[in-house]
């Protein structure tokens, strides 16, 4: 890479060259290391590889500041841009290291490494599900269904997101005024867009949130991809369609609602998602939801399966559908400790009691284990963890410490997905961390990224069925290959 700016400056530098630029050059950078909306190292052939956080932060900072030049943006500049930021060194030696290097490098980037297809199909599930209506909410918040916003991130998917030019494509179908699909389109792509006035509003709040300013704030454009300008629009980081339609979306319409919602989805749609995905691969004896044993006021853990002579007991987590851990506020991390070491102790007491509401077999203390599934990626310490749990519970020794820590795992809802869908047990891959070595305890995955490209099938809940809810109103354009009709006008 060419040499880089001073970091202290590059916001004011950035003000010197064309917007358009500017943003036009991250997506170009964002399209070709994510084929699929997946980050992918080998694509860019001996060009220099900016990472997804990198260019959140060059997209986020390139709206924010008013431009007082026109000066072109071009390859070589973009690349002092690039390595501006990553020669910057924004933390003090007396950072908590392990804690910068979790969120710095890690949390940005996690959601750019899963398989679209497990993404989108578990936000499905979630936002279709019968008992709690999430849809009816996006539809009633936002003026639009959610099929349409699905189907847009599909349209997306199905144009070629890694194309350069597919701001150019959905540009010219937003435009057209003489399809009905189009109409269904601009509708959601005003539900996921802002005019840069509102984002810079929005981004700053977010800024002033974070104890590491832009570095660690949550990017707007997670929720909002797309940039209104006039009846024009740019999608500086196509990856983020993706983001917009699911996780940010469950952001957008849980923000400022009660608990209660909340602890509904957490209780009636992730345990029962979880349930369902371990259920459905097929691989084990017996899956059952939370058993009511109500010993000392306390049930099973919310998940149980067992295969042969071997049992799992799983806790799942969901509190807040956003990546809270990017701030390094203390107080959020101390709080998720503390969470994941109740969860922790919650699985161990179910683990302890299990004759108490498991009658069919008995298992031996060897080939009991568990698993706190938090929703999103778990990029925590460990150590950090289990020091929490010795702590608040001084009555347990060393030995139940050695114990807990070789059988019970903090892993995210992602790992169990990947397993699920690809027709694995999770009891298998929990016996061979158990027969490993003391350094495999403490590994931040659950598997192989490279996992992810071996899934077998979505049939658990059907894939096709997502695509074709996702089509309504769309498919018959598809089928009949409009696109390429509009594109041409």
């Known amino acids: 890479m060419s040499e880089n700016y001073d970091w202290r400056k590059l916001p004011v530098i950035l003000k010197r060259f064309r917007l358009d630029d500017k943003l036009r050059w991250c997506s170009y950078y964002a399209s070709s290391v994510s084929s699929d909306w997946r980050y992918d190292m080998e694509r860019l052939n001996g060009e220099p590889h900016p ?85 009816s909410i996006v539809e009633k918040k936002l003026d639009v269904p959610y099929c349409n916003l699905l189907g847009l991130a599909v349209m997306a998917w199905a144009l070629g997101v890694n194309n350069q030019s597919i701001s150019m494509e959905l540009s010219n179908l937003y435009r057209n005024k003489n399809v009905i699909v189009a109409d269904r389109m601009r509708r ?12 810079v509003v929005k981004q ?33 980081l196509p990856y983020l369609l993706k983001n917009a339609v699911s996780i940010g979306l469950l952001h957008r319409i849980t923000s400022g609602e009660s608990v209660g919602l909340r602890a509904e989805i957490g209780k009636k749609i992730i345990e029962e998602y979880v ?26 853990p919310d998940v149980i399966a067992y295969k042969n002579d071997t049992c799992v007991f799983m806790e799942v987590k969901f509190k807040k559908p956003i990546l809270k851990l990017r701030t ?70 060393d030995v139940t410490i050695a114990y807990i820590k070789r059988h019970i795992r903090v892993v995210s809802l992602y790992d169990i997905e990947v397993i699920c869908f690809r027709h694995h047990d999770v009891i298998g891959v929990l016996k061979q961390y158990y027969a490993g070595s003391e350094k495999d305890l403490f590994n931040l ?31 018959e354009m598809i089928q009949n290959s409009q696109i390429e009709k509009i594109l041409e006008q």
């Open 51 to 135: 990472f997804p956080w990198e260019l959140n932060l060059i997209a986020m900072l390139a709206i924010a500041g008013k431009e007082y030049d026109t000066q072109v943006v071009t390859k070589n500049i973009f690349h002092k841009f690039i390595n501006t930021i990553r020669t910057a060194i924004p933390f003090s030696r007396g950072d908590d290291f392990e804690s910068v290097v979790l969120h710095f490098l890690m949390a940005p980037q996690l959601l750019y490494q899963v398989d679209v297809r497990i993404f989108l199909t578990r936000y499905f599930y979630i936002f279709t599900h019968s008992e709690v209506h999430l849809d």
């Open 275 to 300: 349930y369902e995905i371990m259920k459905y691969s097929g691989c084990y004896d017996f899956v059952s939801r939370e058993i009511k044993y109500r010993r000392n006021g306390r049930d099973s």
């Open 188 to 199: 959601a792509i005003s539900a996921l867009s802002l005019d840069r006035e509102t984002f």
């Open 328 to 397: 390094l506020d203390p107080d959020d991390e101390e709080g998720l400790d503390k969470m994941c070491a109740q969860a922790i102790a919650q699985v161990y007491r179910g683990i302890i009691e299990r004759k108490e509401y498991i009658k069919e077999r008995t298992f031996s203390d060897d080939n009991v284990f568990g698993l706190v599934v938090l929703f999103e990626e778990p990029n925590l310490s460990r150590s950090r963890i289990f020091a929490v749990l010795a702590k608040e519970h001084p009555e347990w020794d």
């Open 445 to 475: 995955t659950f598997y192989s990224m490279d996992d992810a490209s071996m899934v077998k099938n979505l049939d658990i809940f059907s894939f096709q069925k997502m695509l074709d809810y996702a089509t309504q109103g769309f498919l």
């Open 204 to 236: 700053i709040e977010k800024i002033n949130s974070s104890k590491r300013g832009y570095i660690l704030a949550d990017n707007i454009l997670e929720q909002f991809p797309f940039l209104r300008r006039g009846d024009a629009f740019i999608l500086p």
